[in-house]
């Protein structure tokens, strides 16, 4: 695969990722605090149903990234990997329990404060996550920006 195409697949699927993670996010938010019950049931079902499109992303963002950056050890390129790091863990060992087990509960129609309490965990984190991967992508842009004003190829 050629750098430019590399490089569009990168920022498409970092692009989606992003989207994704704050559609979920805003969408929860929305169903807590203006949906009845039946709403919340909905929301967690869909964002249940679309948690493949968000993995699919990241691993594409996570494996275009990684190829990339090759073995570069500039300090811009660390910080991504640093970040994206956090954001694989936190998405692995929180938002996708969290999912699982918000939908589970609002599908038993236990909307209670153990569903709440983990709701906030998940929003938390999952705000977490948007900040770094919005971090992550304003750094690649600028990277991308830097190679354009160097001279090089756009990609």
Not at 39 to 65: D, E, F, K, N
Not at 104 to 114: E, K, N, S, V
Not at 120 to 127: N, V
């Amino acid at each position: 695969m050629s750098r430019t195409t590399l490089v569009a697949l990168h920022g498409v699927a970092s692009a989606a990722a992003l989207l994704t993670i704050a559609t979920f996010w805003v969408s929860a938010l929305t169903a807590e605090l203006v949906l009845s019950s039946a709403g919340v049931v909905a929301v967690r079902t869909a964002i249940l149903y679309a948690l493949p499109v968000l993995v699919i992303a990241m691993i594409v963002t996570g494996a275009s990234g990684a190829r990339l950056a090759g073995r570069s050890k500039a300090p811009v390129v660390r910080a991504k990997r640093r970040r994206m790091a956090l954001v694989a863990g936190n998405g692995m060992l929180v938002l996708v329990p969290s999912v699982i087990f918000l939908w589970w509960r609002a599908q038993a129609g236990l909307l209670d404060a153990t569903f709440g309490l983990v709701q906030i965990i998940e929003l938390a984190a999952g705000a977490v996550n948007i900040v770094l991967l919005a971090l992550n992508m304003k750094a690649g842009l600028a990277m991308r920006a830097r190679r354009v004003r160097g001279g090089r190829a756009v990609a």
